[in-house]
Structures are given as structure tokens and as C-alpha cells.
Nanobody, 125 residues
């Protein structure tokens, strides 16, 4: 059974940090590029960041550059997203998704084979 399970979300004050994890099972993780997307309350999906299957290439939405860092550990079948300098507008459900191939980015949903259930990040004082 294929699973992507996110964790690490929570309530954090503005300026704070969180580290999200996405644990993968049931498929060959190293063969899949991985992506983080988010959805704020009442809003559509927003692409956050992507990483190539071997972790050599990373991609970020402009508003996340310099604050968020994506990484992966293929030995542990785990994807990460380090969130720093968090702002209230970062409040959202964060999802990980996997797309077969070396590089998959963006929000074309057909490019993604697997999705997690999400982890909530709330930035508030």
C-alpha cells in the first residue's frame, strides 16, 4: 500500500520555525520527485517547493525563497520542509506529493501519482 504521511505541523508564533516531514512507503521513493503544496483556509492549492528524485535540484515559489528549505533522505524514504521566519500568511494545510521521474514541479495535478493527507501549520501570536 502506497502511503505518504506528513507530520511536524503545529501552532507557532510569527518569526518561528517548524520542520515538516513526509514519510513514504509502498513505492520506490528515490524514483520520484517530491513536492510540497499548501492550501490556506478558503483558498486554492499553492505550490511551495519541489526537489528532484536524487535531491540535487530544488525549486521554490518566490515567496518562500530564503525562508523555506526542502530536502530529502532517500535512505529513510523521507522528505522534509524546513520553515523559518514564519508569517501568519503561511498558515495552511501542507501536503506532500510524489511524481514519477527526476524532476516534477508546479501544480499540474496529473503530474503527481501520490499525495499525503496533510499537516496543519498555524502561525499566530
Amino acid at each position: 500500500e502506497v502511503q505518504l504521511v506528513e507530520s511536524g505541523g503545529g501552532l507557532v508564533q510569527p518569526g518561528g520555525s517548524l520542520r515538516l516531514s513526509c514519510s513514504a512507503s509502498g513505492f520506490t521513493f528515490r524514483s520520484f520527485a517530491m513536492t510540497w503544496v499548501r492550501q490556506a483556509p478558503g483558498e486554492g492549492l499553492e505550490w511551495v517547493s519541489s526537489i528532484s528524485n536524487l535531491g540535487k535540484q530544488t525549486f521554490y515559489a518566490d515567496s518562500m525563497k530564503g525562508r523555506f528549505t526542502v530536502s530529502r533522505d532517500n535512505a529513510k524514504n523521507t522528505l522534509y520542509l524546513q520553515l523559518n521566519s514564519l508569517k501568519p500568511e503561511d498558515t495552511a494545510m501542507y501536503y506532500c506529493a510524489g511524481g514519477k521521474g527526476p524532476v516534477v514541479t508546479g501544480l499540474r495535478l496529473a503530474d503527481y501519482d501520490y499525495w499525503g493527507q496533510g499537516t496543519q501549520v498555524t502561525v499566530s501570536s
